[in-house]
């Protein structure tokens, strides 16, 4: 057994400077963590703590005194943090890599119903933004096609892979399905002002379509052997078994409400919110339909003139209040590279009225379970996937946020990437000649 | 004497006519009548003598001709007729222009000076009809398409041909701040609307001296005799009024301007300017506000306006105010008396609301020796009603336009509402009619024992009446049909009619003595709403919406003890710091500050002490690159140089963005035009003194700046059709050249002119004022500062080399992504950077893009700043500040200047702001914590020592809104059960601006 401080154990990997990181090969030595104050995931907190994880797999957590089996590598990480890989919900990566360039976008399928594409068909483990997502400590992200009302089918994916075969964490997970904005927009957009309700007969059109396509997908699902195959029925009928997760979006009470009571009616096994702006104040029928919810990016405006401007940074702690499950999402505008602060939302959540450790468990544990993946991800327990990060400090915190080691499945990463090289480089450069 | 009279009092039709003329001049004489000869004098008993299209004679002892019409008016009210000051009634044909207009015309499309109202207007009888039911006799109509919108006519409603009817064919001259039907892309924005405005107006002065001897523009022309008339401009709101009040001011114009029924808020400013309104009478209608959650899309704002909106005209009579009022915008053509009605309830004297309507418009527009009064000499414009026209049971009966009679309701008509004995086959029944118009609803039952009831059918024709029922639940065989005749008024009804078994039989209806016929509106309550209609509204806010307030904030005269004082000066952070501000200043700073040291002499002021134990005291922040409180577009695009846009003149002082950074900790920001194109408009700088007015929140005397932008937005790549030059960036640097040569022109022919001797300057007519060109010489001279959208190495290098070439400096590029890798080259030329700390990938041009960016550049000794170009992130940026020291390891003192003193250097402000030092303004920030930790919250913000923000009041505030909000609901509710219309809840989803943000409509 060997005890090697990080550092070295991190030179050691950074040998594809000016690239994007190569892949990192599966963990043929097992590795303990030690030292650290670890961070369960599940609200728990072990201080002096251990890690121990062979063959990708965590066998022991605990506290520094209960190791008792030897490791290859010993980490020291004392002074430092462990986390369990933060989990990013409701994502586009490797889905579009230049906004304005259309020809690297993947994200928006033509028509409003296309329940049938796939994330994972489309999905880019080379983006060159996926590199800059993880530095921050996110290691895994589902999937999602974006865009009409029935969006598409998304996927889990880890965030350090060749292409989609070992990328993939958990294929055709859910179905995204937007719901029907209740108001129109009107005027345009430099002068945003009044949205007006949308037309009520053109809205109860919509919806009673997607009643009608659900309730024939749900009897389609009764079939053995369709003959002829319906591309679309098949993508919707594992909502019915149980096998696929539906995903709403909806902001607003009243369409979480009408999301809720028609997801019951047309016999949906499992739902999940996405958005939820005023989950809080329906708590009471998410809570008899068992329905967590992804909240929306809480580093964003209040919906509502009158909403107390901090409302947004606030829901976590409302929701707590309501008893709901929740974890934390951060799509919208600039989603993409932006999602690296989503360890700053949860900070967020945290600087508003949750403890740390809830917080911290609204992009891990929490996140996990609502994504059905908590057998393998989301905390650090004996038994899951070593898929967990050393941070210099608080990692919610943009000033302390500092990952030095990452591990994905036991594989340790390469964390820097492209834009560590070119940070490096010009600042040779800048210092002019002789430095 | 007579016989000069009648050649005055009959407008001359010139036409031919097929057959004999109508030589008459008929005397109409309305007698008994209660006469309002004008807004404050009433003649009961009095007559009219109308001559022609003229009153001759009004008064109570008035000899009537022996051939004139009579007319008994006992009981009945005569009253000047309205003047409409604001329509376009009969240009509807004229709005379909089939693009540009062909000719000599202005350059501009949405400069239409040469259109003439009077020639375009043509016979709109359905309007005009329900015009003149509201009593309106004449109007004043324009064209309403474009920015300069030409001569609008005043046209008499009398229903003749417009060669009469046209009273005045050069009444106003009509302005606004929208395009139109224009498709010229510029202007794309309100502030490119009021720049063109304001050159073109000064090209029109350039016309008269000189231009005409270089082109021929037959509008600037016509501009030139506009400006003789009655200037009207369209507002779209009251900051809209304020905006129009000193563009005018600035070009020596006196306004009117047509307001939008919100001036309340802005009233005592709006007053100070002078310009009299045109206040539309639309009142908006209750909110179906049931559902509570559907309720909460409706904001506050909306919600007071509906109150405050009625209150409106006798808030703005206080203030001081001229007002006359228009029906333009109302939904409802029928709204003006109702409206009205509710805005005297409200509080308006019945003499400014009746002036409002005559006296006063008449009066703007010139016509107040023709209209507007009953008076010898004058038109007769009349209304005749059958009570006061403010009473909600008045009918108006007849209206007269140019001495032509327009009857409304036919006073002769008998009145059939009330309760009956229906003599009918030796039997008597009940009847009972209500309900207004020809078909009246009514009810038959017996008169004694049962409760049986059965509907009634009645049908009025002039004297005759139809009544059929069916007769089986009284006792009759089957269903009766009646005819009859309607006499004394409609209170005798007889004739014959037809029994079930064919008979015929006579039958008779007599109304109940002391019956007293009245009609009413069905399902309102009149009384109840009434009585709401006339409660107090709550208090203005400032601004008028949520986190508003009553009244100002105080200037703090305080202490802040014990804080840790992020100084950005040579000391660094200190702990334990006391903080003094009087006066809007920073007073002093140091240990165990004493109050009688500081303010010494006998009568110190009261000065607040503020613990800030464990809490730290920063400047504000400074955000150089923001869009938010700007209205109608950020980007001007219309044209690839828009150097003459002023954001300044499009400040909105109602966002809500400003409250929200506020509670970030940010105090100042720079008001930046789009990127759209290479040369954009002019910045503003402004305070967030969250309340104030737009002049209130401009920084006084700040320095001058101007957007520039490069790349992939200004050769609009998101295009693959655009044809604007530039397409690539080597047109971007040809087109800043080009640009800058002929700034440098302007400058050498204004310098000639203005070395002329005063002889010689006399005689010699002044250059052209060419703004766009002017704002360039500006820079060219050192005295407007350039922001420079910029992304790439090469075409911040290529921007410096232009600016070495020409002798200009670049003061600051923003974005700057790719500053890192030309870092020297930005420090050697002096130009400082404001970044974003960590976006990218958004675009091509971004895909260098490293969150290293500002430590690198600053590191290399480039003055450097952190921005948001984002109303979200504006409010978070000391956390976008403390990025920096994740990605690159700066340090806690220069991560903190990247958002405060980094901005003021480059801003040129650092002289007032930017630090915590004795003498600077006392814009500062009170946090909970460290700035730059993601646990930081603010307690209090600071702008020139008044706390804008202020956590605890914050909370106030919320409750205030709450309360506010279900008191006006339970108002809205009230007028619901009493019978008031309700509409649908709207909605407000605000959008965000970015620099990237194009001001076009879709």
Known sequence: ?435 | MVLVLCSLARAQDIAPVNGPQDRDVPVHAFLHATVHVDPTTALADATVIVTGDRITEVGRRVKVPAYAVRYDLTGAHIWPGVVEPFCDLGMKSSMQRSGKEKGAHHWNDAVHATTMAAALYAEDSVRARAFRAQGVGLVVTHLRDGIVQGSGAAVLLADRSPALDVLLPRASANFSLDKGTSKDPYPSSRMGAIALLRQTVLDARWYARQGSEQLRDIDLAALNDLLDLPLVFEAKDRNDVLRIASLCEELGLRPIVKGCGDAYARASEIAATGVPLLLPLDLPAPLDVTDPFEAMEVPLSDLKHWELAPHNAHILRDAGCTFAFTTSGSERPDALWPALRRVVLAGLDTATAMAALTTVPAELFGLDDQVGAIRPGMLADLIISTRHLLDHQDTILETWVAGRRFVQVDRNRPDVHGTFDLNLDARIYRLEVTGMGPTPRATVRNLTGDTARVKASVQLEGQRVGLAFEGRKLGIAGPVRLNGILHRDGAIWDGHGQMPDGRWIAWSALRQVGEAPERVRMGRDERTLDSLYALPPGDIWYPDMAFGSPRPQDTLTAIFRHATVWSNGPDGILRNMDVCVAGGRIKAVGRDLRIATLFPGRHPPLVEEIDATGKHLTCGIIDEHAHIAISGGVNESGEANSAEVRVGDVIDPDAIAIYRSLAGGVTTVQQLHGSANPIGGQSSLIKLRWGRDADGLRIADAPKFIKFALGENVKQSWSTRATRYPRTRMGVEQLMMDAFQQAREVQRSQDAYAALRPKERALTPAPRRDLRLEALAEVLRGERHITCHSYVQSEILMLLRLADSLGFHVNTFTHVLEGYKVAPELRAHGASASTFSDWWAYKFEVYEAIPYNAALMQEAGVNTAINSDDAEMERRLNQEAAKTMKYGGTTREKAWEMVTLGPARMLHLDQRMGSVEVGKDADLVLWTDDPLTIDAHVVMTLVDGVPYFDAERDKELRSAIVAERQRIIGRMLAEQRAGARVRKARVQREGQWHCESLGQRP
């Not at chain 1, 430099?190 to 396509?213: F, H, Q, W, Y």
């Not at chain 1, 492209?418 to 002019?432: D, T």
């Open chain 1, 1 to 435: 057994m060997k005890t090697i401080p990080f550092l070295l154990l991190l030179s050691t990997v950074c040998h594809a400077m000016g690239q994007r990181p190569e892949p990192a090969p599966v963990q043929t030595r097992s590795i303990l963590v030690q030292g650290g104050t670890v961070h369960v995931g599940d609200g728990r907190l072990i201080m002096d703590g251990v890690v121990g994880f062979r063959n990708g797999r965590i066998d022991h957590v605990g506290n520094v005194a209960t190791v008792t089996a030897t490791y290859d590598t010993v980490i020291d990480a004392r002074g430092m943090e462990v986390y369990p890989g933060l989990i990013l919900p409701d994502a586009t990566l490797g889905l579009g890599e230049i906004d304005q360039v259309n020809a690297t976008m993947d994200e928006r399928e033509a028509g409003d119903r296309t329940p049938e594409v796939r994330a994972i068909a489309a999905y880019n483990a080379d983006s060159r933004i996926i590199p800059t997502v993880r530095r921050n400590g996110v290691l895994l992200a589902q999937i999602c096609p974006r865009g009409g009302i029935i969006s598409g089918t998304s996927s889990i994916v880890q965030l350090d892979a060749w292409g989609t075969s070992d990328a993939t964490v958990r294929v055709d997970d859910g179905v995204h399905l937007v719901w029907p904005d209740r108001y129109d927009r009107n005027g345009w957009w430099a002068e945003p002002g009044p949205t007006v309700k949308a037309e009520a007969n053109k809205r109860e059109a919509i919806l009673s379509e997607l009643e009608d396509r659900f309730l024939r997908a749900s009897a389609y699902a009764q079939r053995t052997h369709p003959d002829p195959v319906d591309v679309r029925s098949e993508a919707l009928k594992g909502l019915f078994t149980g096998a696929r997760t539906l995903f709403v979006h909806a902001d607003e009470a009243i369409a979480i409400q009408e999301a809720v009571l028609f997801a019951r009616r047309v016999g949906v096994q499992r739902m999940v919110l996405v958005g939820g702006y005023d989950a809080w104040r329906v708590g009471d029928l998410l809570r008899e339909n068992k329905v967590p919810v992804i909240l929306r990016r809480l580093h964003s405006l209040p919906l509502r003139e009158d909403d107390d401007i901090d409302l947004p940074y606030r829901l976590p702690a409302l929701m707590k209040a309501q008893g709901l499950t929740f974890c934390l999402g951060y799509s919208g505008g600039m989603e993409r590279m932006g999602s690296r602060n989503l360890p700053f939302v949860a900070g967020t959540a945290a600087a508003y009225g949750l403890d740390p450790e809830e917080a911290l468990r609204a992009v891990t544990f929490d996140a996990a379970r609502i994504l059905g993946i908590s057998n393998d991800y989301g905390s650090l327990q004996e038994g899951l996937s070593a898929t967990l990060f050393i941070s210099r400090g608080n990692v919610l915190d943009m000033r302390t946020n500092d990952v030095v080691m990452a591990f994905i499945d036991g594989r340790a990463l390469h964390l820097d990437g492209i834009q560590e090289s070119l940070f490096e480089r010009y600042r040779r450069h800048n210092a002019g000649p002789g430095h």
